[in-house]
């Protein structure tokens, strides 16, 4: 639990810092040169997030970038490292990249709004049984699997990069350990920066 603490932390003080620089650009960005200044959104092409939901209610830590390609696709990857081997996660670490389809974009930000997604998934963890009478997890069993999916959901951009996403999603395991689940689940409530 220290450790999920020290990177709630850490993410909290690197959030901080980047509003603070944030700050610091609009208030001297009358004074800087031309290619010294921000970016618009819609040239911003890399994204980094945090989901807020894992990281706040199953003591895991899922950090995703995403490349946005055109207005509409992007690609990109997520890592997730689970701190708490109870039941709650069946997963202790999970590898996924994903393709993205964004509809309905605005054309003045760019892969942003309603969106579609196709994701592998490559995940090692322990399948567990949990014994609701006396209160036990009566075996543990290692696995590694992979999996495809799909999600949809939700992306909302600010005009200074940050972002906001509501997705959810399923799909099916390959078979490759029979200790694994069958189904995947992928979503959350992600929090990022568009850079």
């Known amino acids: 639990m220290k450790t ?14 980047i509003t603070v620089q944030s700050q610091e650009a609009k208030l001297t960005k009358s004074e800087a040169p031309e290619k010294q200044q921000r ?3 819609k040239q911003r092409k890399n994204e980094l997030k945090i989901d807020a939901f894992d990281l706040s209610f199953l003591s895991a830590l899922d950090l995703s970038y995403e490349r946005i390609t055109r207005n509409e696709f992007s690609y990109g990857f997520s890592v997730l490292v689970n701190f708490d081997n ?16 964004y509809f309905f974009s605005d054309e003045s930000y760019g892969a942003k709004g309603f969106f579609a997604e196709l994701f592998g998934k490559f995940a090692a963890g322990t399948q567990r049984e949990f ?3 006396f209160d036990t997890t009566d075996f543990k069993q290692h696995y590694f699997e992979a999996g495809l999916g799909i999600v949809v959901g939700h992306k909302w951009v600010h005009d ?14 390959l078979g490759f350990s029979e200790n694994s689940p069958q189904q995947l689940y992928r ?3 992600s929090m990022g920066y568009r850079f």
Not at 4 to 15: G, M
Not at 86 to 101: C, K, Q, S, V
């Open 160 to 173: 200074n990069g940050f972002t906001v996403e509501l997705s959810l999603g399923g799909g099916r395991s």
């Open 131 to 133: 014994n609701f009478l």
């Open 39 to 41: 970016k618009p959104i």
């Open 4 to 17: 999920l603490f020290k990177i709630a932390l850490s993410v909290l003080l690197l959030i901080s810092v």
């Open 187 to 189: 979503g959350g409530i």
């Open 86 to 101: 109870t039941i709650a996660y069946n997963e202790d670490f999970a590898f996924t990249p994903f393709f993205r389809m």
